[in-house]
């Protein structure tokens, strides 16, 4: 069996995006080459960083928003419509908000797959915009998502999100539990991680 490719400053762009890296990976390995506070960074987050370092040298900070996690959280002052967001979190009860205020707002709401990985990052993006907005904003918006015809934009980079998308669309009468185990078998092989490198690669593997 072919041993690991390892993170290295030396690596190629293409080794790095073969490979699947844990977060833990990627932290140690963003941490060696200077990229501030990479304790508060997502994993995405993380391999944009990575990714501009292996294709420049440069090492600058992959993210606007606001890493800071101090005071009230958003929550304990009481979620309302009026409500600033400011320290919010992705916990039960913040989804639970979300999902009631939905459902008065558009009766016959059904949520999506892939809604709150989207709304998550249009909240981000808002504050580095100066846009101020509130829990009222955040229900609209995730009712928009939710009501958006067709098929999503795919995510720059969520790898795990567009494959199963795409396993899904593409697998006829496929289940979840058929992508998540594709996903995993994918993550194993030296190829790019998305649903057409692992279609390819398991047809050349039956002839």
Sequence with gaps: MKSKTKLTPSMTLKEFENGYWLATELKEFADDIGVPSVGKLRKDELERAIKLFLETGEVTRPTMRTLSSSGLKDVERGLRLDLPVVFYTNDKETKDFLEHEARKLAPGFKRRSGVRYRLNRWREEQIPKGKNITYGDLVAEYVRLNQTEGAFAR?????????????????????????????????????????????????????
């Design 155 to 207: 995510i720059p980079h969520g790898r795990y999100i567009n494959f199963m998308s795409d396993f899904l669309a593409a697998e006829k009468d496929a289940t979840r539990h058929d992508a998540v185990k594709a996903w995993h078998e994918l993550k194993t092989m030296d190829v790019p991680k998305d649903y057409y490198s692992w279609s390819k690669a398991r047809s050349s593997r039956r002839r």
